[in-house]
């Protein structure tokens, strides 16, 4: 059985050394729904948000959350897009977009590992980028742990990385220290007179590093994995950060139709560091706005 297994992975092997070598993965990408049962205190003038609206937030919340993913890869790059679903006509789709783009989502990303680049385009309130910058630099440690996923033996990887800080799946609750002592300046802005609307991003933090568990097959010897995840002899079929999982539920090698495999151009070229600030600052204004219990945020970008 053994001599048999290792003929398969010559076989493989071969096949991804093929000058025309192509593959297709499709991946699921779950994140956990975070607690949004503190969300929008009221004020005098702008009452509590209802259980009826909460509701509907969980559910366009849920549909952020939730993707389909197709990875198209050769011996040194890789596409990876959002299979996206069709809305319901004249569904207002705007703010979906806006979440979906902090939520991990957003246009076309393209991964070269012979020249350690990436290319991301992004679109935040109206407005287009593109993001250009070198692959993350991944220092796996090699586990011993195995698993199946699908046919395909998978190997346990794990990394620490600095977390993303315009991708909101990376918030965290606060500890339960820091949390109390937002409730005393609360109870405190309130006796004074001085009270703001609240709303579950203040219960939230974003961590400076992130653990990520990644399984990889051998089986299939590409440089390659879903998102900004590379670096492992073999392609990522599952990899988690503890909140979000995403995992390969079809493999295909060598497709019929072959698909293009090219970087994206459209978009104003920023780095990865200076889309975040941008991202930031722009989701700090909306915030301060929805203090202040003014009208709906109406954020443009420069």
């Known amino acids: ?3 048999i297994a290792y003929l398969i992975i010559a076989l493989v092997g071969t096949m991804a050394q093929a000058q025309d070598f192509q593959g297709m993965a499709v991946y699921e990408a779950k994140t956990a729904m975070p607690d949004i049962s503190k969300m929008g205190g009221g004020t005098a003038n702008r009452p509590e948000i209802t259980p009826e609206m909460k509701k509907q937030i969980e559910e366009r919340m849920k549909k952020a959350l ?12 890789s596409t ?14 705007s703010s979906m977009r806006i979440m979906a783009s902090f939520m991990g989502g957003g246009g076309k990303q393209y991964k070269n590992v012979k020249t350690k680049r990436f ?4 679109e935040v309130f109206g407005k287009e980028f593109l993001i250009d910058d070198s692959l993350p630099k991944l220092a796996w440690k090699m586990e ?20 993303n800080k315009s991708d909101f799946r990376n918030l965290r609750p606060k500890s339960p220290e820091e949390q109390k002592a937002d409730a005393e300046k609360l109870e405190k802005a309130k006796k004074e007179g001085n009270e703001k609307r609240t709303n579950f991003l203040e219960q939230m933090e974003m961590p400076k590093q992130v653990t990520i568990t990644a399984w990889y097959t051998p089986e299939i010897p590409v440089n390659q ?3 900004n995840y590379w670096g492992l002899p073999g392609l990522i079929l599952e990899v988690s950060d503890g909140k979000t999982t995403v995992l390969c539920s079809k493999v295909v090698l060598n497709p019929k139709e072959k698909a293009e495999i090219k970087a994206p151009t459209k978009g104003k070229k920023v780095t990865q560091a200076e889309y975040d600030d941008i991202v930031v600052k722009k989701m700090k204004e909306m915030q301060e706005m929805y203090q202040q219990g003014g009208a709906r945020p109406q954020i443009r970008m420069n």
Do not use: H, W
């Not at 290319?119 to 992004?122: A, D, G, I, P, S």
């Not at 011993?144 to 977390?163: M, P």
């Open 1 to 3: 059985m053994k001599r």
């Open 66 to 77: 939730e993707k389909t993913f197709i990875l198209r890869f050769d011996k040194s790059s």
């Open 80 to 93: 990876y897009l959002e299979d996206e679903k069709l809305d319901a006509p004249g569904q207002d789709n």
């Open 119 to 122: 290319l991301q385009e992004k």
């Open 144 to 163: 011993s742990e195995t698993k199946k996923i699908g046919e395909y033996t998978c190997y346990k990887a794990t990394a620490v990385v600095a977390a």
């Open 225 to 227: 994995g879903p998102e």
